[in-house]
């Protein structure tokens, strides 16, 4: 099979790349990796250095770079929403309720907030939901206090500053792994989220459901 794309300098940037996929290289390694000319084998990796796509380690030798770290976190955010959707809706279905799914992110003004970045509404009725790309802020709600509770302590106190909720309800967060909050960021509306993990076990997003307090007292009721 052909691994070349017919872009010469291209070929030769990926080729480098490759070769520190398994571990530090030493420039000597890089050529005898590669099979390119000394100096082709120097200019390219200190332009991928620049771009931070390589790096080097104590020893001075060549290491995948933080942008590659990053490119790949962008491409797992892609692949989750891509399979959230199905179970947002069959949150929906079972509960009856709106169900979302939130991503903490810095806002324009310097404050957190967090992002609806995808949906499913009730079908008919009072719709509880928040429209996708809706910034809330990270002082209430459930998702709000999942997002916040494995933060890192400077963003955890930060976050506590102005919040509805406390470091006692984020602990008591962490031990049962949800939260719940009762018009805790909107009169009448009450929510239930759950920790999204990616690798290493990273909280990475929150998905939620949300509806009526009247809604679901007229339920207990009716069960009762």
């Keep these: 099979m052909d691994n070349t794309s017919g872009v010469g300098v291209l070929d030769k940037a990926v080729s480098v790349l490759a070769a520190v996929e398994s571990g530090p290289a030493t420039l000597a ?3 005898a990796a590669t099979g390119l000319a000394r ?18 380690d104590v020893q001075g030798r ?6 590659v770290a990053e490119l790949a976190s962008a491409a797992g955010e892609d692949r989750l929403l891509a ?4 179970v947002l809706i069959q949150l929906r279905d079972v509960t009856g309720e709106s169900a979302q799914l ?3 992110a810095g806002g324009r003004s310097g404050a957190d907030v ?8 009730r079908a008919s009725g ?10 809330l802020p990270m002082t209430a709600g459930s998702a709000a206090q999942i997002l916040l509770a494995w933060e890192e302590p ?10 509805k909720f406390s470091a006692t309800a984020l602990a008591q967060v962490r031990r049962r792994g949800w939260a719940a909050s009762v018009a805790e960021r909107e009169p009448g509306v009450a929510s239930v989220s759950a920790p999204v993990r990616g690798q290493g076990g990273k909280v990475i997003a929150a998905a939620s459901v949300s509806g009526s307090i009247d809604r679901r007292s007229e339920r207990a009721t009716a069960i009762n």
Aim: glycine fraction near 4%.
């Design 154 to 163: 400077e963003r955890l106190h930060r976050g506590l500053r102005a919040a």
């Design 102 to 104: 939130y991503r903490f």
């Design 83 to 86: 399979v959230s959707q199905p």
């Design 114 to 121: 967090r992002v609806c970045v995808a949906a499913a509404e």
């Design 39 to 56: 100096p082709t084998t120097h200019r390219i990796a200190v332009a991928l250095e620049h771009h931070r796509l390589l790096a080097r």
């Design 62 to 67: 060549f290491i995948l770079g933080p942008r």
């Design 29 to 31: 390694q890089l050529v």
């Design 126 to 135: 009072l719709r509880d939901t928040v429209p996708v790309g809706a910034a």
